[in-house]
Antibody
Framework: EVQLVESGGGLVKPGGSLRLSCAAS????????MNWVRQAPGKGLEWVSS????????YYADSVKGRFTISRDNAKNSLYLQMNSLRAEDTAVYYC????????????WGQGTLVTVSS | EIVLTQSPDFQSVTPKEKVTITCRAS??????LHWYQQKPDQSPKLLIK???QSISGVPSRFSGSGSGTDFTLTINSLEAEDAATYYC?????????FGQGTKVEIK
């Protein structure tokens, strides 16, 4: 069974940093691209970042480019999102989602972790 | 950026009724369009991939159609458990984008 478990969310002040983690199990992690997608309270889904299976390809939404860094450790079956210079508009539930072998749409999603940016 | 526009934004439907949700892309995306269901306080669940391909474990009352710029998600014979918000999503070109969502309420 595919499982994705996010952690690391919490309350942070504007300008602060946070690192999200996603622990994957139930599939060959190193064979799949991975994504971060967020959802602001009461709003729709917004793609944040994607990383290919071997980290050769990394993509970011313009709204987070230069502030967020996606990475993965295939030996630890883990995905990360380092978030710096956080803003109030980054407040959202952040989902880790599995991509495909050669595409980036998501088939399995974690339960999400809430990031709140507020003073 | 490819904009996905869903219609309607909201639909109130009686059980056993047929539901049709459309998703229009601002430019052609071939069949790189996927549908998700999100129930309150849950993460999204994949319903349909590549516009019309079914997903194992998803009830057969859910189906998708379309290509290019116009796509449709159909729920035949709506059940109470189908109350949710439905999103379309394109993986044709960066940035990957989602529709704004269609909330389906059970009357």
């Amino acid at each position: 069974e595919v499982q994705l478990v996010e952690s690391g969310g919490g309350l942070v002040k504007p300008g602060g940093s946070l690192r999200l983690s996603c622990a994957a199990s139930g599939f060959t992690f190193s064979s799949y691209s991975m994504n971060w997608v967020r959802q602001a309270p009461g709003k729709g889904l917004e793609w944040v970042s994607s990383i290919s299976s071997s980290s050769s390809y990394i993509y970011y939404a313009d709204s987070v480019k230069g502030r967020f860094t996606i990475s993965r450790d295939n030996a630890k079956n883990s995905l990360y999102l380092q978030m710096n210079s956080l803003r109030a508009e980054d407040t959202a539930v952040y989902y880790c989602a599995r991509g495909q072998h050669y595409d980036f749409w998501s088939d399995y999603w974690g339960q999400g972790t809430l990031v709140t940016v507020s003073s | 950026e490819i904009v996905l526009t869903q219609s309607p934004d909201f639909q109130s439907v009686t059980p056993k009724e047929k539901v049709t949700i459309t998703c229009r892309a601002s430019q052609s995306i071939g069949s790189s369009l996927h549908w998700y269901q999100q129930k309150p306080d849950q993460s999204p669940k994949l319903l349909i991939k590549y516009a019309s391909q079914s997903i194992s474990g998803v009830p057969s009352r859910f189906s998708g159609s379309g290509s290019g710029t116009d796509f449709t998600l159909t729920i035949n014979s709506l059940e109470a458990e189908d109350a949710a918000t439905y999103y379309c999503h394109q993986s044709s070109s960066l940035p990957w984008t989602f529709g704004q969502g269609t909330k389906v309420e059970i009357k």
